[in-house]
């Protein structure tokens, strides 16, 4: 498709031409193709390793997915088997499902309303307050895997800061086991994925606040703009549209792959399943049970729910100020 | 007061109330947010009996270097010395930076400024690329590092990095404020494109190299290897802290201050490069 919105660009490169229409067409690509060589010679060796470890996974993902495949036996083709099974008789993926999507219907949309929000008020400071506060912000996600720390705060005895405190007020008698509890263990999840959550996307809001035009504000104060709820709706927001669906795509993406901290702080398995994702079902069936296929089937599930949903998502962001 | 000038730019529709409020709540969620590292940072310095008091304290009183010496201790008693995996950690970081901002440069430079066949559909895949998390192609990444030979080296770690999609992303959004005619002049004056790549568009997005390398720091400074390398001696810092971690109870003052260390050496990076990061990421918007 693109290729022909180029010619359609370059009418001049064809003029010259008196073949017949396809050949010349193909013999213009050509020589499109080789005029640009240097181009192509610069991607070349980022492109391979992409093609090798994210486009042609992602392709041998969904036909593995076919198959019965245990890493040491050639696999065996098994049609849709791996997908009825997954959705029809294990009762684990459904309670992954159910809480995959339940960790990003929470965390998605508030991490990505906080990384705007606090964007915003930290974007009326003074430079050096600004700075320091983006700091306190950014740090936790910054600071590499750290979310261990949440386990002392968590922990199950009363020398831990949340039963220690609770006790000390009187609200609780006896520690209560906080990740081996199945109630408690969700929250708390969700609770440390929004701790975590201020990565990429809210740095992004900043400097695309920053890079809203300043005589806009004056002129909406002009024409009658008269607090800064109005002036947020009708100024900022349109102005960093692009900011805002790369935010929605980088916190879209990290709240359907929580794993890690469900791991770490809930265990694995976890407390009859209570903390199960689909990315730990995946790591479950992948680098355990080395059913191949199978994993494969969640991997490509998974696959679909995230794009799935980021296009909608843009979709849905880009009518916004329509 | 109805006056229309506005006497001091900044306060341009802002209400003495509003900004009260906010900021409280701006306090309240700030506190939130700080509090895991304060309690890390103050439990570092805990001697043991004050991590096992009872009501539990945040704030140390009676502040020792115990924790950090019987890291040390704990530290000669590895099988593989510790200096190793603190070796390999940075050898990872170094090369799989270095590499990733080099190729995702060369690769930014024509998706930004260039127009050639394909180019779209290459694009539309990075782009699509960035909405999946990596787990989706675990498994087959590793048949593909098994088929070529990486598995249990440090380059099971390092190449995909390279390959980083968002690095790619945020190099190209940024390269394309590059002025054109910068370019056409340095064509005119008989540079060939490789020569302005490296002479004429690098020296101009310092700023996004600095972004690229924070992300790919944070990305690689924490990785533990998992699944990918088996020999102990190439094992990663990450992963030597997490099983001092797992020590459980009997570490916690250890485990904080291995926390303390770990987390102080991206922060300490971003708060040298946080405005160069800004201004790359002021470019890094979705057009249509």
């Known amino acids: 498709m693109p290729n022909v919105t180029i010619t359609k660009d370059r009418p001049g490169t064809a003029a010259g031409k008196t073949e017949p229409r396809a050949s010349s067409w193909r013999a213009l690509k050509l020589r499109e193709i080789r005029a640009h060589k240097h181009s192509y010679f610069l991607m070349m060796p980022y492109m391979l390793l992409f093609a090798l470890f994210t486009v042609l996974p992602v392709l041998m993902s969904l036909i593995i997915s076919f198959t019965y495949f245990n890493m040491l036996e050639f696999p065996r083709f098994i049609g849709w088997q ?27 949309p508030i991490s990505y309303l906080a990384c705007f929000v606090f964007a915003w008020i930290i974007n009326d400071m003074r430079p050096k307050l600004r700075a320091f506060m983006t700091l306190v912000f950014y740090a936790p996600s910054i600071s590499g895997n750290v ?41 708390i999840i969700i609770l440390v994925q929004l701790w975590l959550s201020l990565g990429t996307g809210f740095l992004a809001f900043i400097a695309g606040l920053q890079t809203v035009d300043k005589t806009l504000y004056e002129a909406g104060a002009v024409d009658g703009i008269k607090n800064r709820w109005q002036e947020l709706w009708f100024i900022t927001l349109p102005s960093m549209k692009p900011q805002l669906m790369f935010g929605a795509v980088i916190q879209l993406t990290a709240s359907l792959a929580v794993a890690d901290v469900s791991i770490f702080l809930a265990g694995f398995p976890s407390v009859n399943y209570a903390a199960e994702t689909i990315v730990t079902h995946l790591i479950d069936f992948g680098t355990i049970r080395f059913e191949m296929g199978f994993a494969s089937a969640i991997a490509t599930v998974l696959f679909i729910l995230m794009v799935g949903t980021n296009l909608a998502v843009q979709r849905l962001l880009r009518r916004v100020g329509e | ?31 939130f947010m ?11 310095f805990k001697p043991l009996d004050e991590i096992f008091l009872f009501p539990p304290t945040l704030f140390v009183r009676h502040p020792t270097f115990d924790n950090f010496i019987d890291l040390k201790t ?20 170094g090369v799989g930076v270095v590499g990733h901002v080099l190729l995702a440069s060369a690769a930014a430079y024509p998706l930004a400024k260039h127009r050639f066949p394909g180019k779209t559909v290459i694009f539309t895949i990075v782009v699509l690329s960035l909405m999946f998390a990596v787990q989706v192609t675990a498994i087959p990444n590793y048949m593909v590092m098994s088929w070529i030979g990486l598995i249990d080296t440090y380059w099971a770690v390092i190449v995909p990095a ?67 390398i088996y020999s102990e001696q190439l094992k990663t810092l990450h992963y030597a802290s997490n099983q001092i971690i797992l020590g459980g109870i009997a570490r916690a003052g250890v485990g904080s201050a291995v926390a303390l260390i770990l987390m102080s050496v991206p922060i300490t990076l971003f708060v040298f490069s946080q405005s160069r990061i800004i201004e790359t990421m002021a470019t890094s918007g979705m057009k249509d």
């Not at chain 1, 922990?155 to 109630?183: C, H, V």
């Not at chain 2, 704990?74 to 970081?93: A, C």
């Open chain 1, 82 to 108: 791996n997908y009825s099974r997954l959705f029809l008789e294990d009762d684990v993926f459904l309670i992954a499902l159910k809480n995959t999507i339940l960790f990003a219907a929470i965390t998605g």
């Open chain 1, 147 to 187: 979310f261990f720390l949440w386990q002392l705060i968590f922990s199950g005895d009363r020398y831990g800061i949340a039963n220690g405190f609770l006790i000390k007020m009187g609200i609780i008698l006896e520690p209560i086991l906080w990740l081996k509890t199945e109630q408690y263990i969700l929250p």
């Open chain 2, 1 to 31: 007061m109805r006056l229309a000038l506005p006497l001091r730019k900044k306060r341009v529709n802002r209400s003495a109330m509003g900004t009260f409020w906010l900021f409280v709540f701006l306090a309240i969620v700030g506190a």
């Open chain 2, 34 to 44: 700080a509090l895991p590292l304060v309690y890390a940072i103050n439990a570092a």
């Open chain 2, 74 to 93: 704990l530290l000669g008693q590895s099988w593989v010395p510790f200096t190793r995996y603190i070796f390999n950690t940075v050898f990872i970081t």
């Open chain 2, 162 to 228: 390279f390959a980083f999609p968002l690095g790619l992303y945020l190099m190209k959004q940024f390269m394309e404020q590059i002025p054109d005619a910068l370019l056409e002049s340095a064509k005119i004056d008989g540079a060939n494109e490789y020569r302005i790549f490296w002479q004429i568009v690098m020296p101009n997005v310092k700023p996004a190299w600095l972004t690229l390398i924070i992300l790919l720091f944070q990305l690689l400074w924490g990785t533990d290897g998992n699944g990918f």
